[in-house]
C-alpha cells in the first residue's frame, strides 16, 4: 500500500489466485479500477510504491518504473537468487541484494548511483532501513549476527549477536527514532538492541525525546547505553577469548509465539495446513513480522490459521536495567 493513499499493489498467490503471480496490479481503491497493470516472465516475489517508483521484484531482478498511468521503465538491476524478495524502499535510496550471495546494493534515487556493501558470505535472509535512511540493518541465511551500515559511506557501524546457534530470521525492524532495533526468529524470541549510528547520526535518548515512556530514568537510560555488551562481564574485556565473548548481545528479550497452533483441527485442516501455499517463500504462513507502533512499543504479527498479534513494551525496571515486557495478544480469527 502507498503510505495513506488510495493505491494498493496486488500479486496473485495463495491456493486459490485471482491474479496471475507473474502480474502486478495497481488498485485505485478511490475508484475501484485497476489503475496500473505490469506483466513479466516470472513470478513476481514483492513489490514497493513510492509516490514516484513502482520497484517490482523478481527472484534474479529488480525492476523500476516511474508511477504514472504509462509507467515507464527506469532501470533494471540484476540480484542473486532472492525468493525472500528482499527489498527496502527509503525516502532517498533503496536497497537490495547485490548479484553475489551476501551482497546489498543501495541506489540512490536522485541520481542512480550503486554502491555494493559485502555484508555476508552467505545469502542474505532479511534486510532494514532505518526510518531516516542513515542506516541499513541485514541478517544472513546463518541467522547468528546482524549488521549494520551507514548508507552514506557503506561503512559498518556495528555487528549485533542474536545469538551463537544457527537460526531462521523472521524480521528485523527499526523503532521510529532509529535508536532500537529488534529482531525474531525460530527460536521463538524477540531481541530489542541499541541499534548503532554514526556520532552525527546518534539520535539523543534522552526521556524528553522518548515522551511518556513506562517507568523511564535518565540516569538508568544512559547506564544502560554505557555497557550494552556486557553479557560475559569481565570476559569480554579479556583478550584471546573467543569473540562470541566481546559481541555486543541484546539489552532485553522476550518470548513469542511461532507455534502452528493446530490443536483441535480435523485432520482435513491438519493436511491442508500442511500443503505449501502457492506464491509465499517456503509455502508456509508468514510469522514474526515486526511493526513498531512507537519508539517504545512493538507489535509481533504472524499470519496463517493461528495468525496473532502480540504486544510488547521496552521498559525500565527498577533495577535501572531495561526489558521487553509483553502487554498482550489476540488471534486474528477471534480466539
Known amino acids: 500500500m502507498l503510505d495513506r493513499a488510495n493505491y494498493i499493489a496486488l500479486v496473485g498467490g495463495g491456493r486459490q489466485p485471482k491474479f496471475p503471480q507473474n502480474k502486478v496490479i495497481i488498485w485505485d481503491d478511490a475508484k475501484q479500477i485497476a489503475a496500473i497493470t505490469l506483466e513479466f516472465r516470472t513470478s513476481v516475489i514483492s513489490v514497493r510504491l513510492s509516490r514516484a517508483r513502482v520497484i ?19 532501470a533494471i538491476y540484476e540480484t542473486a537468487d532472492n525468493p525472500m524478495g528482499l527489498l527496502c524502499l527509503g525516502t532517498k535510496v533503496f536497497v537490495f541484494p547485490g548479484r553475489t550471495p551476501g551482497q546489498a546494493q543501495i541506489v540512490e534515487l536522485a ?3 550503486v554502491s555494493i556493501i559485502p555484508a555476508h558470505t552467505s545469502p542474505l535472509r532479511a534486510l532494514e532501513l532505518s526510518p531516516d535512511g542513515e542506516v541499513l540493518a541485514t541478517a544472513s541465511n546463518k541467522g547468528t549476527l546482524i549488521r549494520v551500515f551507514s548508507t552514506s559511506n557503506c561503512s559498518r557501524l556495528g555487528e549485533l549477536r542474536r545469538g551463537v546457534d544457527p537460526a531462521t530470521i523472521y524480521s528485523i525492524g527499526i523503532s521510529p527514532d532509529s535508536s532500537l532495533l529488534a529482531v525474531t526468529s525460530d527460536k521463538s524470541t524477540l531481541h530489542i538492541f541499541d541499534l548503532p549510528h554514526t556520532a552525527q547520526a546518534r539520535p539523543d535518548r534522552s526521556v524528553s525525546s522518548r515522551g511518556a515512556r513506562p517507568g523511564s530514568s535518565k540516569s538508568s537510560l544512559n547506564s544502560a547505553e554505557e555497557a550494552p555488551s556486557q553479557k560475559w562481564g569481565m570476559l569480554s574485556k579479556m583478550p584471546m577469548l573467543p569473540r562470541v565473548f566481546s559481541d555486543v548481545y541484546s539489552f532485553a528479550s522476550a518470548r513469542i509465539e511461532t507455534d502452528d497452533g493446530q490443536e483441535g483441527w480435523s485432520d482435513s485442516s491438519r493436511n491442508r495446513a500442511a500443503e505449501p501455499i502457492p506464491g509465499i517463500h517456503g509455502g508456509k504462513p508468514t510469522k514474526g513480522v515486526i511493526g513498531w507502533l512507537n519508539d517504545y512499543t512493538v507489535l509481533i504479527i504472524g499470519a496463517g490459521r493461528d495468525g496473532r498479534w502480540e504486544k510488547f513494551v521496552v521498559a525500565d525496571g527498577d533495577d535501572g536495567k531495561r526489558y521487553c515486557i509483553r502487554q498482550g495478544w489476540k488471534r486474528h480469527l477471534g480466539g
Open 56 to 74: 517490482i521484484v523478481l527472484l534474479n531482478s529488480v525492476h523500476v518504473y516511474e508511477f504514472s498511468i504509462s509507467p515507464k521503465k527506469l
Open 111 to 113: 541520481t542512480g548511483n
